[in-house]
């Protein structure tokens, strides 16, 4: 019997574990650390993966776990409360970026529209998974630019299956445009109405039945049944399996049970979304730092400029303050993990080339490794703007 799935854990780990631990004495992100695990453990560095199906499937796992602790800890209350934030904030976040970026990518370079616009695509998502990360770590999800990049995060976690229709469309590979938007309109509605119906009745009486056992293990079995069961309803609807698990969490939140939860998926949470940054990093072809390096420097620069911009524009729709605003847009300029997927499927519809495919993965996962430190001195950068502007005395 082989046991090729232990062996290669056993080696993700390892390695992962040697590189955190030069890391944290040399005081790197974690982060970090797993993207470079993934980087020496790519196919393109080494011969030991050749398939990297399980770790993306891992890494799956660790992005549902996520978002589901995400909902844990918002709840629909919490998420009421800044719902302008969400559709509109949001929305024009989305909607400022992909015009930037396809107007200054097309001017720029000159492709297709087809493909400038695809390009806005993938720069209108951030990374969910570093900067909420990161947010929790410093205790600043509930500060006023905090709600509002949740805000943001959220709203690009559920544009995904849009940008994911309208991907093969701009290849001219899809169907009726309008049909299929209807069909999602009316997917969405459907699982509206689902999620009141477990939120109201089915959930909280399934947990307090469950609860009468007063056993932490059966808890804790129960509510990876409750997950994995919404996952898979949004996924069979045509929907994404992050978003079921967004669901899933703020439906749990709304019960007597949500500290236990997150007190149970938390250790978990953490080891998958470890498997999520390594497979980041075994995308990379190193090479492309050695082939391209002026062009993956001026797509680092573009993008954050292009991202932290749409932001604050965003921000400045709703007329917050420009602190917020400044902090928000720095905040968010970073790739997304969902852009990976959404740049795969690019690719099968030649709407990138393999060689700007790889500067893309480059450029993304040097953004995520400045995410962790921009986001953690958010509030200071509005400040360090100011400074240079300021008029120098003559005393």
């Not at 420009?322 to 997304?336: E, N, R």
């Amino acid at each position: 019997m082989q046991h090729h799935i232990l062996i290669n854990i056993c080696a993700i780990f390892g390695v992962a574990t040697a590189v955190i631990i030069i890391c944290k004495f040399l005081k790197v992100r974690y982060i970090i650390g797993y993207l470079i695990t993934g980087v020496l453990l790519s196919p393109n560095t080494s011969k030991y993966f050749a398939d990297m199906e399980e770790v993306e499937v891992y890494a799956e796992i660790g992005i549902i776990l996520l978002l589901f602790t995400v909902g844990l800890e918002f709840s629909f209350t919490n998420l009421k409360r800044i719902k302008n934030y969400v559709l509109v904030g949001g929305a024009s976040q989305v909607f400022f970026t992909i015009i930037l970026t396809s107007i200054l990518i097309w001017t720029l370079m000159r492709p297709s529209v087809e493909e400038s616009i695809f390009w806005g695509f993938l720069y209108a998502l951030s990374s969910t998974a570093i900067v909420v990360k990161v947010l929790q770590d410093n205790n600043k999800i509930n500060t006023p630019h905090g709600k509002f990049i949740l805000a943001i995060l959220l709203f690009q976690d559920i544009m995904i299956v849009p940008l994911m229709l309208f991907t093969p469309i701009l290849a001219g590979a899809g169907g009726n445009v309008g049909e299929e938007l209807l069909w999602l309109s009316g997917k969405l509605i459907l699982m509206g109405g689902i999620a009141y119906v477990l939120a109201q009745f089915v959930i909280p009486f399934f947990l307090k039945t469950v609860m009468k056992i007063q056993s932490q293990e059966v808890f804790l079995i129960a509510t990876v049944f409750i997950v994995t069961g919404i996952a898979l309803l949004t996924e069979e609807l045509g929907l994404s399996l992050a978003l079921g698990a967004f669901i899933a969490g703020l439906i749990i939140a709304e019960t007597d049970y949500n500290r236990m939860a997150i007190s149970c998926f938390l250790p978990f949470r953490y080891v998958f979304m470890s498997f999520f940054f390594i497979s980041m990093g075994m995308l990379l072809d190193y090479q492309i730092f050695l082939t391209d390096t002026l062009w993956i420097v001026f797509w680092f620069f573009f993008a954050l400029l292009v991202k932290a911009i749409a932001g604050i524009l965003a921000v400045k729709v709703m007329k917050l303050e420009w602190k917020t605003a400044i902090a928000v847009g720095f905040s968010i300029a970073q790739i997304g993990e969902f852009s990976f997927v959404l740049a795969q499927s690019g690719l099968k519809y030649e709407l990138i080339s393999q060689n700007n495919y790889q500067i893309f993965l480059a450029v993304s996962i040097l953004l995520m490794s400045f995410t962790p430190f921009v986001v953690s001195n958010a509030e200071k950068i509005p400040q360090l703007i100011a400074n240079p502007l300021k008029p120098k005395s003559n005393a």
